[in-house]
């Protein structure tokens, strides 16, 4: 009798181990899956448009988008490709290939994160799917990255928000020979200057504009 009482204690306590087990891997499911809810308005657009230096006959185009949280910590970022050769190994024609993708700051045009490819990736949250035309991340300040040295660093999205608020950055895509091939504004929406005043209001923009690196 004391052994099947025993039994039922061992396994009514390892029913509630696996129920633990299982309820934190469906909370950290649901969290991965709650970090790539888009909303349905972005906060800034970039529509993306050609240099003047892009070679003649280029076909590429891409829109990005951008969703900042309330309090300024996080920027998700949705970038979408035509007609460019993500991964560079999709096509033997290499003059559609995308070498290299940033955002940068438009007083100087420093870097302010390198997303893709040279000299780095430093979005600790970048997802590349190459065949669905489609780079996104999560631009936070976990991100920075001040190894490259000036010009080529990834800067903390705190100290870039007054720029992302006035319309002072802008998404570069790089094609064949790390040339710019395709560049965009990012500019802020209805969605995006509203959040962008509350955070004004409390203060968060103050350090944002960078000195000349």
């Not at 099947?4 to 891997?25: G, N, P």
């Not at 969703?67 to 998700?76: F, P, Q, R, S, T």
Request: net charge negative.
């Amino acid at each position: 009798m004391q052994t099947k009482r025993s039994m039922l204690v061992f396994s009514l306590a390892t029913i509630l181990a696996l129920s633990a087990v299982s309820v934190i891997s469906l909370q950290e499911a649901e969290a991965a899956d709650d970090k790539w809810k888009f909303k349905k308005d972005p906060s800034f657009i970039a529509t993306l448009s050609t240099v003047p230096s892009t070679p003649e006959g280029f076909e590429g185009t891409a829109t990005a988008k951008f969703w900042l949280d309330k309090n300024g910590e996080a920027l998700k970022y949705k970038i979408s490709i035509d007609n460019m050769d993500i991964s560079g190994g999709a096509t033997s024609d290499t003059s559609d290939d995308v070498t290299k993708l940033h955002l940068h700051e438009s007083h100087h045009g420093a870097h302010v994160l390198n997303v893709y490819k040279a000299p780095g990736e430093d979005d600790n949250n970048l997802v590349v799917k190459p065949t669905k035309g489609i780079i996104k991340g999560i631009w936070d300040d976990s991100d920075e990255n001040q190894t490259y040295g000036g010009h080529n660093n990834s800067e903390t999205l705190t100290s870039q928000l007054k720029n992302l608020c006035e319309g002072e950055l802008f998404t570069m895509i790089h094609g064949a020979g790390g040339a710019g091939v395709l560049k965009g504004d990012i500019a802020p929406t209805n969605e995006g200057e509203k959040i962008c005043k509350k955070l004004d209001k409390k203060g968060l923009l103050d350090g944002g504009m960078e000195e000349e690196h």
